[in-house]
């Protein structure tokens, strides 16, 4: 069976293709977050500048990343909505949120409580965090409007409008910011281990954000069969309910 | 182009006639900046220093809160669809009611504001600037509010919701319209490159939002 | 081969741990949620082919004179299984 975006348009074929795939990603996930974690906590030396706390950046970065990447898996979904017509497409973009979202609101705790111990406070307005924040609000804000419209077809359409128009938004706030940083504190531009990771510390760090990332696209497509089968019940309630009316005719 | 300056002329006229709604909205932006320094304490060097935000901040909120006017009366009465099906390209009609709101809510709010900021102890050379910023910068509100509003078209909450959506995106805006001013009075820099941002995001936003608000308003209308 | 004896996690250990739970506890809490998501959208499907409302079941018009024909014919007391479409 050739497997392509458009073979997988269909949901009966994509509910079966994720039962299938879904326990492997499973093993997989647990697989890569053992070693990840094994790694994280005895392998990675403590680093001479921040000591034993580097350790939390193994999940702040790929925490933030798989933020970052959760957006462009609703942007491309909203360009399958928009232009190809994908029938999954807002499917996969309504499944994508709270994943996104998740992700970047760990990216934000987790870089909060970084903070605290590197720095002396539990926010900083640099640029990293605030464009954290800022990709956390644009979440919210598609979640918010998939919320608020009933119909899932027009509520996917808009919500994909809103998702490219933030994402072409995106590198203009990341620019304001940057420069909004730079013009407030000339000073000191804190970066994740300093000016260079040291290279004993980005096996565990990849390692990790492998290990997200597979978790990613376990609970996405998860999330996506979920959906599915919930836009069925509503359906098939629909017809019941027509079905007793005209009955009662 | 005659059809769009009449449907601009149509809705600015509309806005004045009404009248309450700018009223509304330049009430509002007074209260805030008028209860704002029992927040913040009457000290005038904190009060001038935070001026310049404060009257940016109450400026967006002013502005978005009267956003989902936009296209909401005519899409109550059915004068949007029969715009969305007439000679004007969607796209033209949505610039040309985000253009009203620019001239009906935002201009007066950016002329308000050098007297608000007396009330914070803006100080005085600022305020050409500041004035200058807001008119270059707001088009980019009112039209990014544009596609908010085509969103959220007949939605309950639609105020509150059409805030939420949009004001991540006017961070730009913001960070620049508050440079403009806080880099005459405090430096470092000069305010024309964060002017020069506030002009080209406006731009940006008269050309590209009116698409965006097009493909909602056809969303909704269907 | 790493020395396992002395576990230290320094001074900010609270603030490690911390951050360790609270991942832990989200990407539980979505997990959950999206597997309880999944659970209850076949619950209701079963009741709704329980009742004998099936996706191919889109009306035709001689089905709507008689909508109890394909319930009665499909609500088997002994098993409940429907007949594969």
Not at chain 1, 8 to 19: D, H, I, V
Not at chain 1, 102 to 125: D, E, I, R
Not at chain 1, 222 to 233: K, N, P, S, T
Request: include cysteine.
């Amino acid at each position: 069976m050739t497997l392509s975006i458009t073979s997988l348009a269909n949901p009966t074929r994509f509910l079966s293709f994720a039962g299938k795939v879904i326990p492997w990603l499973a093993a997989l996930v647990v697989i890569l977050l053992g070693a990840g974690l094994y790694l994280s906590f005895f392998v990675a030396p403590p680093d001479y500048q921040q000591g034993e706390t580097v350790r939390i950046m193994f999940i702040h970065v790929p925490a933030a990343w798989l933020g970052m990447f959760g957006y462009m898996v609703i942007a491309l979904s909203a360009l399958g909505t928009l232009i190809w017509r994908h029938p999954l497409a807002d499917v996969s973009a309504k499944a994508a949120a709270p994943i996104g979202a998740t992700f970047t609101f760990l990216a934000l705790v987790t870089g909060s409580l970084w903070g605290k111990p590197m720095w002396g406070t539990y926010w900083v307005w640099d640029a990293r965090l605030t464009s954290m924040l800022v990709l956390f609000l644009l979440y919210l804000g598609l979640i918010a409007l998939w919320q608020a419209i009933e119909e899932p077809g027009r509520a996917g359409r808009a919500a994909a409008i809103l998702a490219l128009v933030g994402a072409i938004n995106i590198p203009i706030i990341k620019f304001s910011v940057d420069w909004w940083n730079t013009l407030h504190q000339p000073a000191s531009v804190f970066r994740s281990g300093g000016p260079s990771i040291d290279p004993a510390l980005l096996t565990p760090l990849f390692v990790m954000a492998a290990a997200f990332t597979v978790l990613f696209v376990l609970l996405h497509l998860m999330a996506m069969r979920a959906e599915i089968l919930r836009r069925r019940v509503h359906a098939l309630q629909q017809s019941r309910v027509a079905h007793a009316a005209l009955a009662e005719a | 182009m005659t059809a769009a300056i009449a449907l601009l002329a149509r809705d600015v006229s509309l806005a004045w006639r009404e009248g309450g709604a700018i009223g509304v909205a330049l009430g509002f932006y007074l209260m805030v900046i008028a209860i704002a320094p029992f927040g913040l304490g009457p000290d005038l060097n904190l009060l001038s220093r935070t001026a310049p935000g404060l009257l940016w901040v109450a400026l967006l909120l002013a502005a978005l809160l009267s956003a989902d006017r936009i296209f909401h009366n005519d899409y109550e009465d059915g004068t949007l669809d029969v715009l969305a099906t007439g000679p004007l390209p969607l796209p033209i009609v949505a610039a040309s009611k985000s253009l009203a709101h620019w001239i009906t809510t935002c201009v007066p709010l950016a002329l308000l504001a050098p007297v608000l900021g007396l009330l914070l102890n803006l100080s005085i050379e600022t305020i050409p600037l500041l004035v200058l910023a807001m008119l270059a910068g707001t088009p980019a509100v009112s039209f990014i509010a544009g596609i908010g509003a085509s969103l959220t078209l007949g939605l309950r909450r639609s105020g509150l919701l059409l805030a939420l959506l949009v004001l991540p995106l006017y961070v730009p805006v913001l960070i620049f319209g508050v440079s403009t001013v806080s880099a005459a009075i405090t430096g470092p820099g000069s305010p024309w490159p964060p002017l020069m941002m506030l002009c080209a995001i406006s731009l940006a936003s008269m050309i590209l939002a009116p698409l965006a608000a097009a493909a909602a308003l056809r969303l909704n209308l269907r | 081969m790493p020395d396992l004896g002395t576990f230290d996690l320094g001074p900010h250990a609270s603030f490690i741990i911390a951050a360790y739970a609270v991942t832990f506890a989200a990407v539980a809490a979505l997990t959950l949620a999206t597997l309880a998501d999944d659970r209850k959208q076949r619950r209701l499907l079963a009741e709704l082919e329980a009742q004998g409302i099936t996706r191919r079941s889109a009306a035709k018009p001689s089905d709507i004179q008689k909508p109890t024909v394909k319930r009665s014919a499909s609500n088997q007391d002994t098993g409940g299984k429907k007949t594969p479409a």
